[in-house]
């Protein structure tokens, strides 16, 4: 049996009709989506959940999350009794191994609940960009000496555009590198409970975070701003790239 197949024409009424739907549903994203999203990080940035006062509820939350090595720091400097046998030593030493192995480090509830918050947001400013990107591309007229100025600035937004979908991007890698980093403290937290410094470097290391996220809030509202106001500007050059009566000269 034999598969049907499309015509060159209709190969093209497809494509064209995607491009139609799809640059419709761009515009509709600039013109509608980006304000209230520019509202919406701006009320998040200066929400209580993200007021400077409440860097140190985030010190208090990362010693909490420590409770459990307090715990065995108590026990351990407990005095052990006066004599005791080869095997009892080893056997307290053990224990003293799996209690080590046992102790749970928590996560800091307030800097992963607002993680939490910004990942979705960078996902979709990761997923508008690359919208208005492929957008700009599908309006990019086909190649002629002459008459570019229009060209170049299609070519300039779409560069603006990947800078700040970039941006974005990297976020992901930042935050990955928090918790891999107050991991490995963590870690020597539970294995030298007796050395205040690595303590203090974990809440000084939670405080961070929970600025860079504050300030990184910011940012993201500022990239809508940028996005809506250089596209906006430029909107008649990006969408027309050629005027229509310098297109018949040529």
Not at 5 to 14: F, P
Not at 71 to 87: D, F, H, I, M, T
Request: contains cysteine; proline residues 4%; hydrophobic residues 35%.
């Amino acid at each position: 049996m034999s598969r049907m197949t499309l015509t060159s024409q209709e190969n093209t009424a497809v494509v064209e009709k995607y491009k139609k739907e799809f640059c419709q549903e761009v515009e509709a994203i600039l013109s509608d989506v980006f304000p209230k999203k520019i509202i919406e990080l701006d009320k998040l940035y200066k929400s209580d959940q993200l007021k400077l006062s409440r860097a140190g509820e985030v010190k208090e939350a990362a010693k909490a999350s420590l409770k459990d090595v307090v715990a065995q720091k108590e026990a351990v400097s407990s005095p052990p009794p006066a004599k005791r046998k080869r095997n009892e030593s080893s056997s307290f030493e053990n224990g003293d191994e799996k209690m080590r192995f046992s102790t749970k480090v928590h996560c800091n509830p307030i800097v992963s609940e607002l993680i939490g918050t910004l990942k979705p947001e960078i996902r979709e400013l990761i997923e508008y960009c690359n919208k208005i990107k492929m957008w700009i591309q599908l309006l990019i007229p086909k190649i002629e000496d002459g008459n570019n100025f229009g060209v170049s600035i299609q070519e300039e937004t779409i560069s603006e555009v990947s800078t700040f979908c970039e941006f974005a991007k990297g976020s992901f890698d930042d935050m990955s590198r928090y918790f891999v980093t107050r991991g490995k403290v963590s870690s020597k937290i539970v294995k030298y409970p007796h050395l205040e410094d690595y303590v203090k470097y974990l809440t000084e290391l939670d405080e961070k975070q929970f600025l860079h996220i504050r300030v990184f809030t910011n940012e993201l509202k500022m990239i809508y701003c940028c996005m809506f106001d250089i596209i906006n500007k430029n909107l008649e050059k990006i969408k027309q790239p050629r005027s229509q009566m310098s297109s018949n000269l040529y």
